[in-house]
């Protein structure tokens, strides 16, 4: 059973760039099958899609993120990585990782435990 | 971008009550939607795809309707271990867009 674990740090200090990792286990991240991403939740708030990539490169933003957003896969590590540049008290969130599995029709269909991320000085 | 406009934000019911959650698009996704259980401190969970199939292992008293720009989310019988927030998604189109949940509560 594939699963999802995301790692990085808690506290990010505003204007610096918040760096997450997912590692994937249990299957390969070197597939077309799936795509790979991240989504967030602001404390007591809705879920807010951020980006999501495929292993040949085809990657969708949020529009008003995608300034500040590069996503990475390393197939050699079977991990994918969010960075989001300048952040600010706003960028507050628990983070999941996710996997997008639309040829089944699943959508988000896997998600990792989310990491709570808080944006302070 | 497709603005997904989700009722109730809160929902309060007795156990075996009839519930039903509303998503409304801002335009057609054809049957892309999914609904998603959230648990206090957990990650959400899928319920339903495409509409109306439902997940291996999700209880059979959830069911999902709909197409086009209206769609829903009942539980046929409220059961206590419903106590969470429902979230629905569109995957129609990117970027991806969710509803702003539904807090079930519990009489």
């Known amino acids: 059973q594939l699963q999802l674990q995301e790692s990085g740090p808690g506290l990010v200090k505003p204007w610096e760039t918040l760096s997450l990792t997912c590692s994937v286990s249990g299957g390969s991240i070197d597939t077309n099958n799936y795509s790979w991403g991240w989504v967030r939740q602001p404390p007591g708030k809705g879920l807010e899609w951020i980006v999501n990539a495929y292993h040949d490169g085809t990657t969708y933003y949020k529009p008003s993120l995608k300034s500040r957003v590069t996503i990475s896969l390393d197939t050699s590590k079977n991990q994918f990585s969010l960075k989001l540049a300048s952040v600010t008290a706003a960028d507050t969130a628990v983070y999941f990782c996710?996997?997008?599995?639309?040829?089944?029709?699943?959508?988000?269909?896997?998600w990792g435990q989310g990491t709570m991320v808080t944006v302070s000085s | 971008d497709i603005q997904m406009t989700q009722s109730p934000s809160t929902l309060s019911a007795s156990v075996g009550d009839r519930v039903t959650i509303t998503c409304r698009a801002s335009?057609?996704?054809?049957?892309?939607l999914a609904w998603y259980q959230q648990k206090p401190g957990e990650a959400p969970k899928l319920l339903i795809y495409t509409t109306s199939t439902l997940e291996s292992g999700v209880p059979s008293r959830f069911s999902g309707s709909g197409y086009g720009t209206e769609f829903s989310l009942t539980i046929s019988s409220l059961q206590p271990d419903d106590l969470a927030t429902y979230h629905c998604?569109?995957?129609?189109?990117?970027?991806?867009?969710f509803g702003s949940g539904t807090k079930v509560e519990i009489k």
């Open positions: 996710t996997k997008y599995y639309l040829r089944s029709g699943r959508a988000l269909d896997i």
């Open positions: 998604l569109q995957y129609f189109t990117w970027p991806l867009s």
């Open positions: 335009q057609s996704l054809s049957n892309w």
